[in-house]
């Protein structure tokens, strides 16, 4: 299941329920089986891996998306920092566009 919500979340930006869903999905079952997530991850190549963290980092009210940071937690205590700072950076550039001003 973290494998098809992978090749198919990588190419995709959030703009409908069923997206979004498949969004969270990753990130829930990613936060339940961390080392599965990573191993996964590692698989893809960097480009990939960035783009796959964006769409996973794409969500409203990031304040108040606990699953998130249970994720990266959760890769911290499995030894994967790495991954888990990759997330941290997708996360802060999606917080960074959204307050970003229109001019």
Known sequence: MLRKCMQSGQHLA???HT???MQHATVELGAAHPQAFAA?????????QRS?????????????YKP????????LATGAPDLAALLQQ?????????????H
């Open 14 to 16: 959030w703009n409908a």
């Open 40 to 48: 996964e991850v590692r698989q893809l190549p960097a480009a990939e």
């Open 90 to 102: 997708a996360k802060e550039r999606r917080i960074r566009r959204v307050r970003k001003p229109l």
């Open 19 to 21: 997206v979004g869903f």
């Open 68 to 75: 998130y940071p249970l994720l990266m937690k959760r890769l």
């Open 52 to 64: 796959l963290f964006r769409f996973l980092a794409d969500v409203e009210g990031h304040d108040v």
